[in-house]
């Protein structure tokens, strides 16, 4: 077993013996402005802000914004890590 995936097999291990909840999906994967607003613990209205300010990428699916996973979660790691709240990001 490659080393890669057998650390990430004791990371979901160790969050499910900590009783997270834990789920597997395509970085690729389009998230809704709800979805997305709900991971980062914010209100949609203000997720869009963000959308809008240029802070994440988006795009359209019809008339409707959506984000991939993949950026959601960098642009939440660097939230994180600047230690910034979600107000001031």
Known sequence: MPEAVF??????LDGMQQGK????VPVMQD??????AGLLG?????????LESSK???HLAGTHRRVYLKDLMA???RR??????PWIA
């Open 21 to 24: 909840a834990i789920s597997i």
């Open 7 to 12: 650390a990430l097999l004791l990371r979901i």
């Open 56 to 58: 994440l990428p988006f």
């Open 31 to 36: 998230l809704t402005t709800q979805q997305a």
């Open 80 to 85: 994180d890590t600047n230690g910034a709240m």
């Open 42 to 50: 914010v209100s949609r209205p203000f997720f869009v802000k963000l």
């Open 75 to 77: 642009y939440k790691e």
